[in-house]
């Protein structure tokens, strides 16, 4: 089937790393994005990948491997301002955008 | 430059009821898009407009329907309500189509928060 698997709560402290994995079977591949989406608020753009490998954009980092259907969200020196919902989007063959239903961050002092 | 922009924010509605969503795009975007969030299935793909023409229908009934006018705002309409159509309906707006867009992202909007009683 058709599905996008991301945990749906994660933990971790201030100042510490995180790792949030999506894993994906969709009918073709056009690019996964990653958004983040505070409570009562729009998603908004984090990073996208269309080729395998990282992508880094300050404190935000994103990996991509097609072959293994895999990509992961790294959030370093984490802020007690990072604690939202991350959602995971992949672009499919057809161009429909399909989106994982979300990883609730928690960032404790 | 003004975000998107959606209206209402929040509407109650009873079951067998239509509602009407309407969304402006950024200026200078002509593709938008519209979602239904919801927490148990997440944000799932209803349909996409680009000038004042559906590109994509996602897995939808034929309940929800959708236009778009020239100066690019769109509308979304859900008649016969049900219980289950409750949820938030975000509308993203981008440039290009969403098949072309490669990097370019989508903004959102900040939702319609439907409830159905």
Redesign the interface.
């Known amino acids: 089937g058709q599905n996008i698997d991301q945990p749906t709560e994660m933990t971790a402290t201030e100042g510490a790393i995180v790792q949030i994995n999506c894993t994906y079977q969709t009918s073709g591949f056009?690019?996964l994005?990653w958004?983040q989406q505070h409570a009562g608020?729009?998603?908004?753009?984090l990073s996208?990948n269309?080729l395998d490998g990282l992508e880094e954009k300050g404190r935000f980092s994103s990996f991509l491997s097609r072959s293994k259907g895999y990509s992961y969200l790294l959030l370093k020196e984490l802020q007690m301002k990072d604690s939202a919902s991350y959602?995971c989007?992949v672009?499919e063959g057809?161009?429909?955008?399909?989106?994982?239903?979300?990883t609730r961050l928690t960032v404790k002092p | 430059k003004a975000g998107v922009t959606q209206t209402p924010r929040y509407l109650i509605k009873t079951r067998g009821q239509q509602v009407t969503l309407s969304c402006s795009p950024i200026s200078g975007h002509r593709s938008v898009s519209w979602y239904q969030q919801t927490p148990g299935q997440g944000l799932q793909f209803l349909f996409e407009y680009f000038s004042e023409t559906q590109r994509n229908k996602g897995n939808f009934p034929g309940r929800f329907s959708g236009r778009q006018f020239s100066n690019s705002r769109s509308e979304m309409n859900v008649s016969t309500l049900e219980l289950g159509d409750s949820a938030l309906y975000l509308c993203a707006s981008s440039r290009k189509p969403v098949h072309s867009a490669g990097r370019e992202t989508q903004y959102f909007g900040p939702g319609t928060r439907l409830l159905v009683l």
């Open positions: 056009n690019g994005f958004y608020e729009a998603p908004t753009f996208y269309v959602l989007a672009r057809n161009n429909d955008m399909r989106f994982g239903a979300g």
